[in-house]
């Protein structure tokens, strides 16, 4: 599937983070908390009027910024719930 | 192997956010400090002393930190104290790792592998990482990094000794690697130590995500809400009604009474020890001397409530429900140029306003914890106001309590839109680790709720004994008169309210909940009650507030600060005063 926004990515849909789309600064900040190109993210839900986003890396469950979720650009993964976000 | 090794004096525990570490302090030194589930929960530093062979060794619970390339003035603390210990060569690092994120936890321990000091690790939540189905080779990690590993669960008090007693084996990381590599480094050994069994969702995790889904989190939220109030008025009441004013009213009344008698009922030491007697009686609140109106707020009218909101905040904190009501508040929270951790130090405020302030630390820009610190200190009463506020106000029930908080919230929300329009740059948005409910370990609560009990014991009392002294010689030497008649025409005219309330804006500067506590014999009207709350909340911060906040902003920022507190606590004053 083509790159896409994290923000745009359906609540419930896996995918992998291709690349975040910031500075240095942004960067150091998501890859301290795991946020980083190659990795799986499960994104559970977002809050309304573009509000934080809610993700899962692993075993961490994160919030972060509408503005700071638009720069991860992820690839979602084909089928809806592959690796579902619970199991 | 290094043959001469030097004595170890100090122990740092430096780990992630939420790891358990300040569990684990208490663990090791007996010493009673604040650890809760959210990330943040410390953001200064404590020391206590650990017995080992025969040495007593410090122990610092460092801020956690995610890397050592630090975001926050909390995770700046944490990187100074290691660059401190390592110049000074006798320290060692038990490193506290969480064994459920294995994965984002080395980042930090390949770091503290590079520097120049020894490293012991704990591996925690190892019961946690057990029960969702993660198990760690625990031999095959001690391996790999070259250091020592020791499974714990902090909360229990597992491996704690075992972590004491191998201290001396810590020794400086031998792990070689790239900078760049680092995360594949980090996959390498977490592919080789980490196996994943079939993972049983919990209920609690179900739970999460319900909780922070806006269609579901939101009324959960206001439930949650509501019912905390209800919570701790009614714990707050009962504690008053059934315990502590009986205590007052049929043991200590009698003592003192006594005493009175002894003193012949007058005298400056009478006047200065039992206070005035109304009726030939005592009237706790009214009396102020120091042995009855000085004993009686502190204890029989505040600690009640204070008892309520740290049980109720220490609940909510263990649980881990604190950073999802954050997330559901964020977007409101930027309104005032804010995030949704904002609601940290806030609902601390709301306990104490010491803490509260101490909590902005969390918030990364000096923006941010500029507006957060003045919005607490103008429209946050703490408990110990809070509960005066209900003694005198809560016989009217909404009529009387709606417009204080009404008022407070809209000074809240208008002060915090002008501060996020007029001061320069931007706020970060959230950016936060929602951790998983745990059912908070009573044992550990109750223990939390004693050390702040303790503090407030500690801080307050001498604090309201001063003030009544301070009143008494003030109202002796004709002081409060005088400068009831210099204030005049704002008080009287501007706020409605009769000169002797001057007497009560003094103290507030030193204690809220004494200042409201004078505001008893005045006879005020409901619209004066009102008001004298308000403006007793707005105008300056207490003290001990006043010396933190000045820590934490600096002289030219505080005095900012304390502009706008006094400009608006006049301008809302005089609203009131028109309106009501």
């Given at each position: 599937m083509k790159p896409i926004e994290l923000t745009k990515m359906q609540s419930g849909e896996n995918g992998k983070i291709i690349s975040i789309s910031g500075g240095y600064g942004i960067i150091k900040k998501l890859e301290a908390l795991g946020?980083?190109?190659g990795v799986d993210i499960a994104k559970i839900s977002s809050q309304l009027m573009k509000g934080p986003v809610i993700v899962k890396l692993g075993n961490t469950r994160l919030a972060l910024g509408f503005g700071m979720a638009r720069r991860i650009i992820v690839e979602p993964y084909d089928k809806k719930d592959s690796a579902g976000v619970y199991e | 192997m290094n043959k001469k090794k030097n004595r170890i004096k100090r122990i740092l525990l430096i780990g992630n956010p939420n790891v358990g570490k300040s569990v684990i302090f208490s663990r090791l030194t007996g010493v009673g400090v604040i650890a809760s589930n959210y990330p943040g929960t410390t953001v200064e530093f404590s020391k206590g002393c650990v017995h080992y062979k025969n040495d007593k060794i410090e122990v610092i619970d460092v801020p956690g930190t995610y890397?050592?390339?630090?975001?926050s003035p909390a995770e700046e603390v944490a990187v100074d104290i290691l660059k401190n210990a390592i110049k000074k060569k006798d320290s060692v690092v038990i490193n506290v790792v969480d064994a459920t994120n294995l994965e984002r936890n080395l980042n930090l321990t390949l770091q503290l592998l590079k520097m120049d000091i020894p490293i012991i690790i704990a591996l925690n939540l190892w019961d946690e990482a057990h029960h969702i189905g993660i198990s760690i080779d625990t031999k095959k990690l001690q391996e790999l990094l070259g250091v020592v590993v020791i499974p714990t669960i902090a909360i229990t008090g597992e491996g704690i000794k075992e972590l004491i007693s191998r201290l001396d084996e810590a020794k400086k990381g031998s792990y070689q690697y790239e900078d760049k590599e680092r995360w594949h480094e980090i996959g390498k050994i977490v592919d080789q130590v980490q196996t994943i069994r079939h993972k049983h969702h919990t209920i609690f995790e179900k739970l999460s995500d319900l909780t922070i889904h806006p269609w579901t989190g939101i009324p959960i939220a206001s439930v949650i809400l509501i019912l905390i109030f209800v919570v701790i008025r009614f714990i707050g009441e009962s504690l008053i009604s059934y315990i502590f004013e009986p205590i007052f009213d049929y043991l200590w009344q009698p003592v003192v009474m006594q005493l009175s008698l002894l003193l012949n009922g007058k005298g400056i030491i009478h006047d200065i020890l039992v206070g005035e007697l109304i009726d030939g009686k005592i009237?706790?609140?009214?009396?102020?001397g120091l042995l009855t109106t000085g004993l009686y707020v502190p204890i029989a009218a505040v600690l009640p409530y204070v008892i309520a909101f740290y049980l109720v905040l220490s609940f909510l904190e263990d649980s881990g429900y604190l950073p999802r009501l954050a997330i559901l508040l964020d977007k409101a929270m930027h309104l005032v140029g804010l995030h949704g951790m904002a609601i940290v130090p806030m609902m601390l405020g709301l306990g104490c306003n010491v803490p509260g302030a101490l909590g902005t630390r969390v918030l990364e820009s000096k923006r941010e914890r500029f507006i957060a610190a003045t919005l607490m200190a103008i429209a946050i009463p703490c408990m110990a106001q809070l509960a005066m506020v209900f003694g005198l106000l809560g016989k009217y029930g909404v009529r009387g309590l709606g417009p204080v908080f009404l008022t407070l919230f809209i000074v809240w929300l208008i002060a915090g839109i002008l501060m996020n329009f007029t001061i320069k740059g931007e706020s970060p948005e959230i950016f936060v680790e929602i951790p998983p409910y745990r059912l908070p370990y009573f044992g550990a609560l109750l223990k939390k709720v004693w050390v702040r009990i303790r503090w407030f014991l500690h801080d307050a009392i001498p604090f309201v004994l001063l003030g009544v002294f301070i009143v008494n010689l003030l109202y002796s030497l004709g002081i409060i008169e005088f400068l009831g008649k210099i204030t005049a025409p704002v008080i009287i005219n501007l706020l409605g309210l009769p000169l002797k309330a001057v007497a009560a804006l003094i103290i507030g500067f030193l204690r809220k909940d004494l200042a409201v506590g004078m505001?008893?014999?005045?006879?005020?009207s409901l619209k004066q009650l009102i008001i004298a709350s308000v403006v007793l909340t707005m105008y300056f911060p207490c003290v001990a507030t006043f010396a933190i906040l000045f820590k934490e902003l600096g002289f030219i920022d505080m005095m900012k600060s304390a502009l706008i507190m006094i400009g608006s606590a006049l301008i809302v004053g005089s609203v009131l005063n028109l309106i009501l």
């Amino acid at each position: 599937m083509k790159p896409i926004e994290l923000t745009k990515m359906q609540s419930g849909e896996n995918g992998k983070i291709i690349s975040i789309s910031g500075g240095y600064g942004i960067i150091k900040k998501l890859e301290a908390l795991g946020i980083r190109p190659g990795v799986d993210i499960a994104k559970i839900s977002s809050q309304l009027m573009k509000g934080p986003v809610i993700v899962k890396l692993g075993n961490t469950r994160l919030a972060l910024g509408f503005g700071m979720a638009r720069r991860i650009i992820v690839e979602p993964y084909d089928k809806k719930d592959s690796a579902g976000v619970y199991e | 192997m290094n043959k001469k090794k030097n004595r170890i004096k100090r122990i740092l525990l430096i780990g992630n956010p939420n790891v358990g570490k300040s569990v684990i302090f208490s663990r090791l030194t007996g010493v009673g400090v604040i650890a809760s589930n959210y990330p943040g929960t410390t953001v200064e530093f404590s020391k206590g002393c650990v017995h080992y062979k025969n040495d007593k060794i410090e122990v610092i619970d460092v801020p956690g930190t995610y890397s050592l390339e630090p975001t926050s003035p909390a995770e700046e603390v944490a990187v100074d104290i290691l660059k401190n210990a390592i110049k000074k060569k006798d320290s060692v690092v038990i490193n506290v790792v969480d064994a459920t994120n294995l994965e984002r936890n080395l980042n930090l321990t390949l770091q503290l592998l590079k520097m120049d000091i020894p490293i012991i690790i704990a591996l925690n939540l190892w019961d946690e990482a057990h029960h969702i189905g993660i198990s760690i080779d625990t031999k095959k990690l001690q391996e790999l990094l070259g250091v020592v590993v020791i499974p714990t669960i902090a909360i229990t008090g597992e491996g704690i000794k075992e972590l004491i007693s191998r201290l001396d084996e810590a020794k400086k990381g031998s792990y070689q690697y790239e900078d760049k590599e680092r995360w594949h480094e980090i996959g390498k050994i977490v592919d080789q130590v980490q196996t994943i069994r079939h993972k049983h969702h919990t209920i609690f995790e179900k739970l999460s995500d319900l909780t922070i889904h806006p269609w579901t989190g939101i009324p959960i939220a206001s439930v949650i809400l509501i019912l905390i109030f209800v919570v701790i008025r009614f714990i707050g009441e009962s504690l008053i009604s059934y315990i502590f004013e009986p205590i007052f009213d049929y043991l200590w009344q009698p003592v003192v009474m006594q005493l009175s008698l002894l003193l012949n009922g007058k005298g400056i030491i009478h006047d200065i020890l039992v206070g005035e007697l109304i009726d030939g009686k005592i009237d706790f609140g009214q009396s102020f001397g120091l042995l009855t109106t000085g004993l009686y707020v502190p204890i029989a009218a505040v600690l009640p409530y204070v008892i309520a909101f740290y049980l109720v905040l220490s609940f909510l904190e263990d649980s881990g429900y604190l950073p999802r009501l954050a997330i559901l508040l964020d977007k409101a929270m930027h309104l005032v140029g804010l995030h949704g951790m904002a609601i940290v130090p806030m609902m601390l405020g709301l306990g104490c306003n010491v803490p509260g302030a101490l909590g902005t630390r969390v918030l990364e820009s000096k923006r941010e914890r500029f507006i957060a610190a003045t919005l607490m200190a103008i429209a946050i009463p703490c408990m110990a106001q809070l509960a005066m506020v209900f003694g005198l106000l809560g016989k009217y029930g909404v009529r009387g309590l709606g417009p204080v908080f009404l008022t407070l919230f809209i000074v809240w929300l208008i002060a915090g839109i002008l501060m996020n329009f007029t001061i320069k740059g931007e706020s970060p948005e959230i950016f936060v680790e929602i951790p998983p409910y745990r059912l908070p370990y009573f044992g550990a609560l109750l223990k939390k709720v004693w050390v702040r009990i303790r503090w407030f014991l500690h801080d307050a009392i001498p604090f309201v004994l001063l003030g009544v002294f301070i009143v008494n010689l003030l109202y002796s030497l004709g002081i409060i008169e005088f400068l009831g008649k210099i204030t005049a025409p704002v008080i009287i005219n501007l706020l409605g309210l009769p000169l002797k309330a001057v007497a009560a804006l003094i103290i507030g500067f030193l204690r809220k909940d004494l200042a409201v506590g004078m505001l008893l014999p005045l006879g005020l009207s409901l619209k004066q009650l009102i008001i004298a709350s308000v403006v007793l909340t707005m105008y300056f911060p207490c003290v001990a507030t006043f010396a933190i906040l000045f820590k934490e902003l600096g002289f030219i920022d505080m005095m900012k600060s304390a502009l706008i507190m006094i400009g608006s606590a006049l301008i809302v004053g005089s609203v009131l005063n028109l309106i009501l």
